[in-house]
T-cell receptor
Framework: AQTVTQSQPEMSVQEAETVTLSCTYD???????LFWYKQPPSRQMILVIR??????QNATENRFSVNFQKAAKSFSLKISDSQLGDTAMYFC??????????????FGKGTLLTVNP | DSGVTQTPKHLITATGQRVTLRCSPR?????VYWYQQSLDQGLQFLIQ???????AKGNILERFSAQQFPDLHSELNLSSLELGDSALYFC??????????????FGPGTRLLVL
């Protein structure tokens, strides 16, 4: 079984500043993927970034980057140059790739990020 | 726009009723996943279909059922509805399963309100 924990229910940041959202996970699988999804007030689930566990290099997507610490089972999201449009609920998720029922996404409870002008 | 479509966007019904939620995956995607998002349970996986066959079940109630049709669209049927079934129901699709392209793209969701 996989579990994902987001310990920060809410965070806020000033526009143009940098913020880091925390996520820890637990899995017994050797091969898995990690994701950050964003859910703005529209409630649409939008993929922000993904990381393959077998890759040591941290994933980046424009202003979004992750700090993946496999041994510590930590997967944090850094948002640089925060923009008002980044205001949303952010979900960390894990996905196994060992067959069977492991292709589902297991989500954390989310972190509500507010970007203040 | 993720390319995944869901209908209807909103649904209001009464307890004891039955509803059907529809999902069309992205072009070329063979897997369809259903998730439920509620205030108390968060985002939970319900069921997965791959190329017409059920592949995995999660926390899906016996009152709920789903299927994937030959054209790959999927339907989630919810029956004997209860107040607690009120939630946002997401459909997600992916290319296949077990491949490096295994990213799930979500539809806009169907918001169900049971009165």
């Amino acid at each position: 079984a996989q579990t994902v924990t987001q310990s920060q229910p809410e965070m806020s940041v000033q526009e143009a500043e940098t913020v880091t959202l925390s996520c820890t996970y637990d899995t017994s699988e050797n091969n898995y993927y990690l994701f950050w999804y964003k859910q703005p007030p529209s409630r649409q689930m939008i993929l922000v970034i993904r990381q393959e566990a077998y890759k040591q290099q941290n994933a980046t997507e424009n202003r979004f980057s992750v700090n993946f610490q496999k041994a510590a089972k930590s997967f944090s999201l850094k948002i640089s140059d925060s923009q008002l449009g980044d205001t949303a609920m952010y979900f960390c998720a894990s996905q196994g790739h060992s067959g069977g029922s492991n292709y589902k996404l297991t989500f954390g409870k989310g972190t509500l990020l507010t970007v203040n002008p | 726009d993720s390319g995944v479509t869901q209908t209807p966007k909103h649904l209001i019904t009464a307890t004891g009723q039955r509803v059907t939620l529809r999902c069309s995956p992205r072009s070329g995607d063979l897997s369809v996943y259903w998730y439920q998002q509620s205030l108390d349970q968060g985002l939970q996986f319900l069921i997965q279909y791959y190329n017409g066959e059920e592949r995995a079940k999660g926390n899906i109630l016996e009152r709920f059922s789903a299927q994937q049709f030959p054209d790959l669209h999927s339907e989630l049927n919810l029956s004997s509805l209860e107040l607690g079934d009120s939630a946002l129901y997401f459909c997600a699709s992916s290319v296949a399963q077990g491949t490096p392209q295994e990213t799930q793209y979500f539809g806009p969701g169907t918001r169900l309100l049971v009165l």
